[in-house]
């Protein structure tokens, strides 16, 4: 398993009046985040029954990536941009790619 991708799904529920801002702000750290060597994809959705749920789906080539990410400037900016526009604490669950080979991402 450690020779895989590590692949981490970031559950948000975001405050409603704050949905706007909150993917203004998501979409300005993905597009900083993906330019990091240790990231492979780093992928934004939102729920279609319930736009105040999104998932971070981020995608790391190693183990050392995610340390990596959150010391940068982007992800600092923001964590404590989006931090009073959560609902409720944000949560994480990790996997292991399995398909498509790791190559192929």
Do not use: C
Not at 30 to 36: D, F, I, L
Not at 43 to 56: M, N, W
């Amino acid at each position: 398993m450690s020779n895989s991708l590590l692949i981490v799904h970031v559950h948000v529920h975001v405050k409603p009046e704050s949905v706007d801002a909150f993917r203004e702000a998501t979409l300005a750290n993905a597009r900083a985040s993906v330019k990091e060597p240790g990231i492979a994809r780093f992928d934004v959705i939102q729920d279609t029954e319930d736009p105040t749920r999104f998932v971070l789906v981020e995608v790391y080539k190693n183990p050392q990536a995610p340390a990596a990410h959150k010391e940068t400037a982007h992800y600092l900016t923001w964590r404590d941009t989006v931090a009073p526009m959560m609902a409720e604490p944000r949560t994480s669950r990790k996997y292991v790619n399995r398909f498509p080979e790791d190559g192929e991402w």
